[in-house]
């Protein structure tokens, strides 16, 4: 473990500061020393050296896909930048302004409950993450606590094709990491509400197995089983169990499928790789495809911690 922790400490800061908290265990104020570098250095500098003079990223809020203001700002919440950076934060405002309007706009509602759960699901996370606390926060958790299927999770396509009568792994994620977000970091009055609403989704997923079809156990998706990071929209095993352990969720053991799977993919070394990439533009690469992976190697690490704490 000693050289899995140097080889993680040789990494980026975000890599960095994030080993030094959730696997090392420092001390907070060694971790935010680090955490701040993330301003200056590496990947977190290199985005927000990307911004435009109006806020934005990329040439557009959502698309292009993935250089847009939307990915660029989930990315710099995963890098972990300080939340009160004022040029993050003014990109996170502009981009709630453009998705949904503003919270005193006649169209904010309609522009909320027009707009995909999964898009819906990015703006929680990241306007909770960068604070931007002007009413939109608590309308869309209200909009999402409403808005769940009776399985558990949420589907995008729910009210646009009367058929659809089953969650989507894919937009379900989307929506629990706006909401675990705004659990750690916003005060809501309905906080009850929202967290046995995660506990129904992380339900309707331990009913599958993370990755399996709760009708056929067979695999729902071969792509769920590889590990891919950034994510970006899409669902994997990794996503999903870094979500039970970040939740701190109890041991279940329906999980020990996915975390076997996870297990055997670590590599001799120790490492995890990455094993699939999604397709679309890029400001840069942060990681090879098929090389040893700090980011995913770091996300299995806390897996396997909260694991085998658990046990």
Not at 81 to 98: S, T, Y
Not at 266 to 274: A, E, F, H, L, S
Request: with cysteine; aromatic share 10%; glycine share 8%.
């Amino acid at each position: 473990m000693d050289e899995l922790l140097s080889w993680l400490m040789e990494g980026d800061p975000a890599i960095r500061w994030q080993t030094m908290r959730d696997i090392a265990g420092e001390p907070e104020a060694a971790w935010r020393a680090e955490r701040a570098r993330t301003l200056s250095e590496g990947w977190g500098a290199r985005f927000l050296s990307l911004q435009a003079a109006d806020g934005s990223w990329g040439g557009g809020i959502y698309s292009p896909k993935w250089i847009s203001t939307t990915y660029t700002l989930l990315s710099l919440c995963q890098i972990g930048i300080p939340r009160d950076d004022e040029p993050a934060r003014r990109g996170a405002r502009l981009m709630l302004d453009r998705l949904l309007g503003r919270r005193d706009d006649p169209r904010f509602p309609t522009s909320l409950a027009r707009l995909d759960r999964c898009v819906v699901g990015m703006c929680l996370q990241v306007g909770a993450y960068f604070d931007v606390g002007d009413g939109r926060i608590d309308a869309i958790l209200d909009n999402l606590l409403n808005e769940r299927m009776p399985d558990g999770g949420w589907n995008c396509r729910k009210g646009r094709d009367k058929h659809v009568q089953h969650s989507s792994f894919h937009t379900t994620f989307n929506v629990l990491e706006g909401l675990r977000t705004a659990l750690e970091l916003y005060d809501s009055p309905r906080r009850a509400e929202l967290e046995a609403a995660e506990q129904g989704a992380l339900e309707f997923m331990l009913e599958h197995r993370l990755y399996r079809s709760h009708q056929t156990g067979q695999e729902i998706n071969p792509v769920f089983t590889l590990l891919s990071f950034p994510y970006r929209w899409h669902y994997d095993v990794l996503r999903g169990l870094e979500y039970f352990a970040r939740a701190g969720a109890p041991h279940d053991p329906r999980l020990q499928d996915a975390i076997d799977l996870l297990k055997a993919k670590r590599r001799k070394d120790g490492t995890w790789p990455v094993q699939h990439k999604y397709s679309g533009k890029l400001f840069f690469s942060m990681e090879s495809m098929g090389k040893p992976s700090r980011w995913n190697t770091l996300r299995a690490l806390r897996v396997m911690k909260w694991w085998e704490g658990t046990k």
